[in-house]
Each structure stands twice: as C-alpha cells, then as structure tokens.
C-alpha cells in the first residue's frame, strides 16, 4: 500500500498561486494519485486525478513526474474560500481496490 | 439533487447497541465506501463495494459489516458499539472503483 506524505499546513494570500507536494515513493505501477478538498463538517470533495505527466480541470493542475514518486496540486489564484484541508491518495483502480488517506494539508489562505 | 444520503445525521449510541449506519445514492454508481474520520485525521477505509453483490474490506473493517443488495444502498452495521466506534462516518460512491467519488454529509456517532 502506498503511503503519501504531505506538509502538514500551509500558507498563502488570496490571488497566489498555492503549489502543494504529495510523496508517493511506493507507489505501484497501477496507481493512480488522486487529490480532495474538505471543509470542516462536510465529506471530501474531488479535486482531481491523474497517472502520469499532467491533468489540468477548472480548478486545478496536477503534476506528475516520470517516476511519479511526488505529485504536486496547483491551484491558481486562490481566494479565501479555499481555505481547507487537501488530501492526496494514492491507489489503483482494481479489484484490490485499498485507498490510503494520510492527514491531509491544511491551507490557510489570507486577505 | 441528492447525491449522496446519509442518515442519520448524529447519533449517541449506548455501548453494546447495534446501529445501522444508512447511505442511499441516487446517481447509479458502480461503487460505494463507507469511511471513518477520527478528529484531526484523515479518512480510513472501512469497507467498500465494487458493484451490487460484492464488498471489500478496507483498513479498519473490524467490527463493522456492510451490504449491498442493490446499486442504490450500502448500509453499515455495527454489530455490538465500542466507545472507540466513536467518529463521523462518511458514505462516498463513484462511478467505478477509484474514480472520483462523491460523498454524502456524514453521520457523527457518538458511543458512550
């Protein structure tokens, strides 16, 4: 099962752009890296999910390196509404199905 | 829109009590989970089902059971509460196993 690392709070202010790495060293090869968003009492939401190279959505970016031991969510141009908690997963998509989530990061984002 | 529902929505529960924990999805998924998030922590896996009429274990799956007679239903079961069964449980489904998951508003047990 793969274990992720992440920084365990973060800071920015509104209008940056907020980088947050993802350890993933054990990492199989059918793994793919997912990342969620939660705000205090509510369930996670999906942020976005790759497996190699980069995915972009409306929200955000995820870069993956070629040995896809890190990954790294970008979010441009946060606001104060962003302020949460971010959870990188890693896990494959089959039968086998195992979803390790780690303490997450909380980003705090300031005026 | 539904999406995902839970109920209830808080419970207090007396040790040694059975409790069904309810989910109910409206989205047709493939997929289901229920999950635990102790204070400060990230979620645990308790069990999941890939489609009707299979489950899986997940991390912490001890003393918890789950069905899943239907696409639309995944009840949790406690069998006999524990104080340590205290947490909000959260009930998510996806599409397929490992896709991006939708989660429901959680239920916060309460074992005394």
């Known amino acids: 099962l793969a274990k992720t690392t992440q920084p365990i709070s973060m800071d920015s202010y509104e209008g940056q752009e907020v980088n947050i790495t993802c350890s993933h060293n054990n990492i199989a090869t059918n793994d793919y890296i997912t990342w969620y968003q939660q705000f205090p009492s509510q369930g996670p939401r999906f942020i976005i999910q790759?497996?190699?190279?980069?995915v972009t959505n409306e929200v955000a970016s995820l870069f993956i390196p070629a040995d896809r031991k890190s990954s790294t969510l970008s979010l441009p141009r946060v606001s104060l509404s962003d302020t949460a908690v971010y959870y990188c997963?890693?896990?494959?998509?089959?039968?086998?199905?195992?979803?390790?989530w780690g303490a997450g990061t909380k980003l705090i984002i300031k005026p | 829109i539904a999406g995902i529902t839970q109920a209830p929505t808080s419970q207090i529960l007396a040790a040694g009590r059975r409790m069904t924990l309810r989910c109910t999805q409206d989205m047709r998924h493939n997929a289901m989970y229920w999950y635990r998030q102790d204070l400060g922590l990230g979620l645990r896996l308790i069990h999941y089902s890939n489609t009707a009429g299979t489950t899986g274990k997940g991390e912490v799956p001890d003393g918890y059971s789950v069905s899943r007679a239907n696409t639309d239903d995944f009840p949790l079961t406690l069998a006999s509460a524990v104080p340590s069964q205290t947490s909000v449980y959260f009930c998510?489904?996806?599409?397929?196993?490992?896709?991006?998951?939708?989660f429901g508003q959680g239920t916060r047990l309460t074992v005394v």
């Open positions: 997963l890693v896990g494959s998509r089959d039968s086998n199905y195992q979803l390790i």
């Open positions: 998510a489904s996806s599409p397929e196993l490992g896709a991006e998951a939708f």
């Open positions: 790759g497996y190699k190279t980069k």
